[in-house]
Each structure stands twice: as C-alpha cells, then as structure tokens.
C-alpha cells in the first residue's frame, strides 16, 4: 500500500479543509479519487483543482448520515470503479455551546455526521474491499476531543469519542481481512471547521466571541490542512492503530490518556465565560476591540 497508482481512493467531506487537501495529496501519487461532499460545488471544485493538476476525480454529493444516500453512493461508485484500496471518512462538524442549550435535533445532526457517517462508510466500503479479496485500508478522521473533555464541546466530543471507540474496535474485527483501520486525530490544523460550527447558544456572546477568536488563532498559528494530508497518505502506507497528527495532536492525545484527572483540570481552566472575562479585565479595551474586529474579519474570509 505504499503506491498508490491507480488505486481508488474514497474521501468523504473533500470540498474542504483537510478532505480537499487529502484529495489532492493521493491524486498527486497517481490515485483515482472519488471526491464526496455534503455541497456538490465544492466537491467539484476540488475535483476542478486536481484536474488542473493532472489528477485523476470524481465528483459526489451525499450525506453521509442519510444510510439510504450512503448505500446508493457506495452502489454508484462500485458499479463505476470497483471496489477502493483506500477509504477515509472524514465528514465532520461541530457545535459549541451548552448541553442544555443543545436540541434533541443538535445531537442527532452531530452524531449523524461525526459518528454514523463513519459507521457507515466503514461498513459499506468495507464490504467491498473484504469481498473483493484485495484489502485495504480504512482511515476514519476523529479528534483529540475524543479522549479530551472540551467546555461547550460536549456533544462533539461524544461524537468523536464513539467514533474513536468503534474504529479500535473495528481494527480488531477486520484484523486477518487484509483490512486496515485507523483512527486519525489531527488537531490544530487551520480548516473551515471552526467558522461552520454551529453555536447553539442563545443567551449572551461568550460562545460567538469565542469561535471568533478560536478561528483568527487557526489563522495566525495553526498549521495547514496540508500537513495533515501529508500524514494521511504516510498512515494508508503504513497501517498504524492510532494517528494522532501533527505532534501537538499527539501531545494532547497523550496527556489526556495519561493523566484524565489532569485533563480535566485543564478543560476546567477553558471555560469560555472565564476566558473572555479575563481578556476583558486584563486587556485595554481599545486592543479588546481590535482584537475582535480581526476575529470578525478573519470568520468572514473563512
């Protein structure tokens, strides 16, 4: 699995951020790719992108929480292709905002996207390669949210630490198939993810205040979808358990696993309400207003 000419390669979430990146990245090693997205434009601008590279893809507008949408998609892209060498279910997004503030209907989005989305493109694509007798590899792209508690997050990471827990899971029920699974957990990679998260909060602009500031920190410090693309293509080749990318990604993930009394703590300290207060008091109110009006400038560009 460590060329991947010609090989078909199945990307969920692709009309962006790390998807779109991925998608270029295999295409660049010679991959036929198969670009899905919830947004059919976006998909075929990616596709438009790596055509104009040369690359080799196709367009697909699912979503992946619709089981119906997921087996028709899956059906339409074996009668076309075949059956893939490489599957990353990558489709995500976030909330932000209190449990309480959170519908019935926010919890089932969520986890139809983060976690079923995952489900089912593990069981459909999986089928395919286990029955076509030439392996594979399945990447499914969770968090360290999964083993990290955020404030305001929680519906995310419970989505994300079920996917996380299926995909152990699945590596062992697929070991001896020529299957690979991977659970895939980037972090602090500057994506659209933050400005399309959906702020369920309805009281107060804490949670809004701290989207705008998560999403100018990603501009000015987080790296590039690229380098978690990069890792990607490296991990199908290789067929690790776990893949925490890049290295700030596995320093989270290894102090929440360690230490959870200590991770705890530190989510504790990030309580939005408590972080804004501070920046209010501690900060002059005239570089308070600058600062937004960056945050505010930066969700637009996004």
Not at 144 to 170: D, G, N, R, W
Request: charged fraction near 15%.
């Amino acid at each position: 699995m460590a060329k991947f000419e010609n090989k078909l390669v199945i990307i969920t979430g692709a009309g962006s951020g790390i998807g779109r990146a991925t998608a270029k990245r295999f295409a660049a090693q010679g991959a036929r790719v198969i670009v899905s997205d919830l947004n059919p434009d976006t998909a075929k601008d990616t596709v438009d992108q790596i055509a104009a590279l040369g690359g080799a893809a196709f367009p697909y507008a699912v979503n992946v929480s619709d089981v119906t949408a997921m087996e028709n998609f899956a059906a339409s892209v074996h009668d076309a292709h075949g059956a893939p060498a490489v599957v990353v279910n990558n489709a995500g997004f976030t909330t932000a905002g209190p449990f309480l503030k959170h519908t019935v209907q926010d919890w089932d989005r969520i986890m139809g996207v983060n976690f079923w989305g995952v489900v089912h493109g593990s069981r459909l694509f999986g089928r395919q390669m286990i029955e076509s007798g030439g392996g594979g590899r399945i990447l499914n792209v969770t968090s360290p949210a999964a083993v990290l508690p955020i404030p305001l997050s929680t519906a995310y990471c419970t989505s994300k630490a079920a996917a996380q827990m299926f995909t152990e899971c699945l590596r062992l029920e697929f070991a001896g198939t020529g299957v690979g699974v991977t659970a895939v957990l980037p972090a602090f990679i500057n994506t659209g993810f933050y400005p399309n998260a959906q702020v369920v909060e309805t009281e107060g602009k804490s949670v809004e205040r701290g989207k705008n500031i998560s999403v100018l920190a990603a501009q000015l410090i987080a790296r590039s979808p690229e380098t978690v693309a990069r890792n990607i293509v490296r991990i199908a080749g290789r067929n690790p358990a776990i893949a925490p990318t890049p290295f700030e990604s596995r320093l989270a993930c290894t102090s929440g696993r360690v230490s959870p009394a200590g991770a705890r703590l530190a989510a504790r300290m990030m309580d939005i309400d408590g972080l804004v207060g501070m920046v209010d008091r501690v900060l002059p109110t005239a570089l308070v207003q600058r600062l937004e009006d960056a945050a505010a400038r930066a969700v637009a560009k996004s």
